[in-house]
Nanobody, 125 residues
Framework: QVQLVESGGGSVQSGGALRLACVVS????????MGWFRQAPGKEREAVAT???????YYADSLKGRFTISRDNLRNTLNLQMNDLKPEDTAMYFCAYDSSSSALTLLHGLGKPLWGQGTQVTVSS
């Protein structure tokens, strides 16, 4: 059974940085697309960034330049480096793994990924 476990969330002040990690277990080698999504209270879940098997990345337009997604296929891990955090980045962040959809499809919310349980990021002003 494939499982995704996120870590690295926490509370920071505006302008700070956090690095999220997602470990995928139950699979020998992650071949599909992966991504980070977030959901703030009272809002719908939105895509943050996705990454294809061999590293092509896609970002939500509003987040380009501050967030960087990366993956290590041998270690079955996905990371998200978040810099210059703002209060509006406060949300639960979820890791997603989709073995059959492209990273661009996943970014647009059209895939059928597996989800982690999420890690909370809180940014104070």
């Amino acid at each position: 059974q494939v499982q995704l476990v996120e870590s690295g969330g926490g509370s920071v002040q505006s302008g700070g940085a956090l690095r999220l990690a997602c470990v995928v277990s139950g699979i020998t080698y992650i071949r599909g697309s992966m991504g980070w999504f977030r959901q703030a209270p009272g809002k719908e879940r939105e895509a943050v960034a996705t990454i294809a098997r061999y590293g092509t990345t896609y970002y939500a337009d509003s987040l380009k330049g501050r967030f960087t997604i990366s993956r290590d296929n041998l270690r079955n891990t996905l990371n998200l480096q978040m810099n210059d955090l703002k209060p509006e980045d406060t949300a639960m962040y979820f890791c997603a793994y989709d073995s059959s959809s492209s990273a661009l499809t996943l970014l647009h919310g059209l895939g059928k990924p597996l989800w982690g349980q999420g890690t909370q990021v809180t940014v104070s002003s």
